[in-house]
């Protein structure tokens, strides 16, 4: 039965172009949310796939789907169109290759119309598959539990956190990227197009509220992706000076934000770079190397404005150039994925104890959790974490967990103290083939 629209709250907006091998079900997790009134926009620029069927055949079921045909391709753009066709107080950005939890709608505009939010939005999950089965696993889009749960009302350039992450996960209020003139980049094709949406939405938000909940899930092994395309070398670059024309032609004169642009410019500049072939790497190289140097000697670039990991990526390329294509590995998180896959693989269905009770362990835990859950322990060294509670377990002094456990896999997930984590383990009776490092993946 077809579904007319009718009180449209939510505007959510796809952007298409040839994406039928996951369409299907972008489309199901979105017309299944438990929150009804919205509307679909899928903007489809020139697909010569069955996209245009797919969209079509669940029109006919549910008319809150609506099919929008333009012959520009650029992302920028069909976002623009989308936004501006909006009729929801509310509007999402959905990609196409990836899904909404079916209460994701729901628990953003509750919170979104209880604050009247600028910006809502949540945590993610990154999604990939396996010989035929799926894995998510859950990601905190900020380090610091203080953003999540409440209202952050900005008042000065200093407050503002200026998010790292895609724009999917967000609810925004219609009317605020109205009044604040907030558009993207229309230049051609799909990538990077959302750096500038980001910190123009990040800057100008006064009333933002983060759910410390996965509501959305980013697919990472879709090898179609546009960022995954070297012949896309160069289009951090244009973003970037987009990003930096629109913040002079607004006036912005505050020092902080100007920092702000400058390191989230470099530390896109050295995303760009790590997910590049090493051909393609080089050759964006000589571009990233002279754009640091020159903005360093104008003084938009001091070293004082990078901090720990941030600093070192920045100035290594200009402190030890020789070493730097050497040193730099790819993040691709299809990479990571896949690394993934091959460490349960390995582990054979195994019961699997975490040795370090840090971040990383407590993120391999969530999933290990999430997915095959295996896990049956935690151990740590250290004294003020034993006896505390992770992840839903009690954290054991690794004498103990060798005791019980002498025939589980410890799973060591620090990189700096593997050999001496190993050598403890083997003293303490644990065989080597039973000890694996998390970093081998």
């Known amino acids: 039965m077809s579904q007319m629209i009718q009180d449209v709250r939510v505007s959510v907006i796809i952007p298409v172009h040839n994406s039928e091998k996951y369409l299907g079900q972008c489309l199901q997790s979105v017309l299944h949310q438990t929150f009804r009134e919205i509307e679909i926009l899928c903007i489809d620029g020139g697909s010569t796939d069955s996209t245009p069927e797919i969209i079509k055949r669940m029109q006919s079921q549910d008319r809150r789907l609506v099919y929008i045909q333009d012959p520009h391709t650029g992302y920028g753009h069909k976002l623009n169109i989308g936004i501006d066709r909006a009729v929801g107080e509310y509007v999402m950005i959905l990609e196409s290759d990836d899904r909404m939890a079916p209460h994701m709608i729901r628990s953003l505009y509750d919170i979104a119309a209880e604050h009247d939010s600028d910006i809502t939005d949540a945590d993610y999950a990154e999604l990939f598959c396996h010989q035929g089965k799926e894995y998510l696993h859950p990601k905190r889009k900020y380090p610091d539990k203080g953003y999540y749960g409440h209202v952050i009302q900005y008042t000065t350039g200093r407050d503002r956190y200026i998010t790292t992450y895609g724009i999917w996960t967000a609810l925004y209020k219609k009317e605020f990227l109205r009044r604040h003139a907030i558009r993207l980049n229309e230049s051609e094709g799909a990538s990077y197009q959302d750096l500038s949406f980001l910190f123009l939405t990040s800057l100008f938000a006064e009333k933002v509220c983060h759910l410390d909940m996965p509501l959305y899930q980013y697919r990472v092994d879709n090898t179609?992706?546009?960022?995954?395309?070297?012949?896309?070398?160069?289009?951090?670059?244009?973003?970037?000076?987009?990003?930096?024309?629109?913040?002079?032609?607004?006036?912005?004169?505050?020092?902080?934000?100007?920092?702000?642009?400058?390191?989230?410019?470099?530390?896109?500049?050295?995303?760009?770079?790590?997910?590049?072939?090493?051909?393609?790497?080089?050759?964006?190289?000589?571009?990233?190397?002279?754009?640091?140097?020159?903005?360093?000697?104008?003084?938009?670039?001091?070293?004082?404005?990078?901090?720990?990991?941030?600093?070192?990526?920045?100035?290594?390329?200009?402190?030890?150039?020789?070493?730097?294509?050497?040193?730099?590995?790819?993040?691709?998180?299809?990479?990571?994925?896949?690394?993934?896959?091959?460490?349960?693989?390995?582990?054979?269905?195994?019961?699997i104890i975490l040795f370090g009770a840090g971040i990383y362990g407590s993120e391999l835990a969530d999933l290990l959790q999430q997915n095959e859950n295996r896990l049956c322990g935690i151990c740590d060294n250290s004294e003020s974490v034993q006896g505390t509670e992770k992840n839903g377990f009690r954290v054991m002094p690794v004498e103990a967990a060798a005791e019980k456990f002498r025939d589980a896999l410890f799973l060591l997930t620090s990189r700096r103290h593997t050999e001496g984590m190993k050598r403890q383990l083997t003293d303490l009776g644990i065989k080597e083939a039973n000890i694996i490092s998390a970093h081998d993946w």
């Open 224 to 351: 179609g992706s546009s960022v995954k395309d070297d012949t896309k070398i160069w289009e951090i670059v244009g973003e970037c000076a987009y990003l930096k024309t629109d913040l002079e032609r607004r006036g912005i004169r505050d020092a902080y934000i100007w920092e702000l642009y400058y390191t989230r410019k470099y530390n896109a500049y050295y995303w760009n770079y790590c997910r590049l072939s090493p051909e393609a790497g080089t050759l964006f190289l000589k571009t990233y190397r002279e754009d640091l140097e020159h903005d360093q000697a104008c003084g938009a670039v001091s070293r004082e404005m990078f901090q720990g990991y941030m600093y070192q990526q920045t100035f290594f390329l200009s402190d030890t150039p020789d070493q730097f294509e050497k040193s730099a590995h790819n993040k691709s998180r299809a990479t990571w994925a896949a690394k993934f896959c091959r460490l349960l693989e390995s582990t054979e269905g195994r019961d």
